[in-house]
């Protein structure tokens, strides 16, 4: 039988153009392509002989578990990840369950471009000095935590990415998040909120910490909002975050 | 005289084969490449009738005011960037410059696979949960501030990527770093170095912050340090951040 793999490949924040060439080899070269349904639609025009096993959002671990059976078979197996695989992606879970399961699989993580750099280039650039990455999601993680690094960001001043702005059925925590940051930080801080980054219908939205509060209702899961240190600001449409450079 | 254009292109960490499509496109098309000398040998073989200016690290402004001025004239400029543009990289000051001298001067951030993602990807999947990201570099910062950041981060145990963790003359800055990080997190924390990720001559240690002194002199300019959160784990050679799912 010939040696299994699991290549975990970061498939960019949308279009295939995001996508890098070593990912599309994997992806050509594999027997078999396990994802979340939307993921595995983004790259289905790479895709050709290989079969295809598509699941719905919340299946992670069963996802992780059929690349590491389907790899014991001596399979090539790409398991897809939106973004970066190792930025909240599939990355860990997968090396968990490899790791208890089959501690010899060979597993190759191939990085992608991250949703945060995505939505970074369309708003100009924020990300320009030191940053806190934070996900607003309170299913595996408690909000006490999410709270006290929320507080530590806002209060070192660095310009801050959330990601899973909303849940499902939590449209609070945005709101939460923005009166703990304001504890800190000015009304007028340049805000970004980025919907689909690098998708056919990416849209964006430039207020501040103060406007949040009017467009906390076009926020939705697959958003990304980030939210300026104390020396960004918008130039008319592009959010600018200075490094110190006499220009 | 035809519009310029000034394409600001993640060329992701090394080796050609981290570049997205869009990247190698917006290369392919372009009249005039600038860049950091290292960044354009990295994307040679990609270019043909291309003007080339590459020049040495430190001339970032130069660099900047060259590629508006040459859009001026026309031309589709390519400025270079490693890893992804938007993360300390060359679009928040083109995006100034471009800004005073030439505001209606078509700019546009393709974004890369960062070298924090590289990095990542061969450590294992040390950024599964949220992180913040920092530069130790005092050129341009103050070290107080730095220092602040750093406290920060360690007391709300967010994983920490360490970029520029020594400058030119500077060996003692991650030595700092690890002082003040120890104040907050076990000896036993894992802590991934990466030298040149992505290149051809990448080379990983796996430490802890105990065991960091010891390897202080093999960290480089080019070098990333990763610093796990109080869930962190080695598990042989791979450094892993759980999110929190059961397995």
Known sequence: MPAGKVSVIGIGPGLTD????????ALEESDVVIGYRLYVEQVRNLLG???????SMGKEVERCRLAVDKAGEGKK???VSGGDPGIYGMSGLLLQLAGEKAPDLDVEI?????AAG?????????????????????LLTPWELIEKRLEAAAGADFVIVLYNPRSRGRSDLLSRAREIILKHRQGSTPVGIVRGAGR?????????????????EVVDMASLVIIGNSQTYWDGSKMITPRGYQV
Request: no cysteine; proline share 3%.
């Open 18 to 25: 995001h996508m890098t060439a070593k990912a599309s080899e």
């Open 49 to 55: 002989r290989q079969e295809i096993i598509a699941s």
């Open 77 to 79: 197996v790409a398991l």
């Open 110 to 114: 191939i990085p992608g471009v991250t």
């Open 118 to 138: 995505a939505a970074a280039a369309l708003l100009g650039a924020p990300l320009m000095h030191d940053f806190a990455v934070i996900s607003l999601s309170d």
């Open 200 to 216: 056919d219908n990416q849209k964006k939205w430039e207020t501040t910490l103060q406007g949040l509060t009017a467009l906390i």
